[in-house]
């Protein structure tokens, strides 16, 4: 059984910084490929980043050098560190851990930016 549990989200100014955590259980998280997906209002859920077991990154355009994903092999933790915050990077943020031809999603955590 996985389960996965976001927190990290609220409300912060535009320009504004935020980490997101995502805490797994279960076994073999060292080698799962983990992600960030974000879904804003009336939008299908687009990826935002993903990290694979051996650390390489995939960013999408909207967040290249803005964010940064990171993951605690140790702490089964993942990790999206936001900076530079704009207001359509408003949205729920889900996490995502992939093994072995499975996905498995948190229950999102809201991020509004706004001033």
């Known amino acids: 059984q996985v389960h996965l549990v976001e927190s990290g989200g609220g409300l912060v100014q535009p320009g504004g910084s935020v980490r997101l955590s995502c805490a797994a259980s279960?076994?073999?998280?060292?080698?799962?490929?983990m992600g960030w997906y974000r879904q804003a209002p009336g939008k299908e859920r687009e990826l935002v980043a993903r990290i694979s077991g051996s650390g390489g990154t995939v960013y999408a355009d909207s967040v290249k050098g803005r964010f940064t994903i990171s993951r605690d092999n140790a702490k089964k933790t993942v990790y999206l560190q936001m900076n530079s915050l704009k207001p359509e990077d408003t949205a729920v943020y889900y996490c995502?851990?992939?093994?072995?031809?499975?996905?498995?999603w948190g229950q999102g955590t809201q991020v509004t930016v706004s001033a």
């Open positions: 995502l851990k992939s093994l072995g031809g499975y996905d498995y």
């Open positions: 279960g076994s073999i998280f060292s080698i799962s490929v």
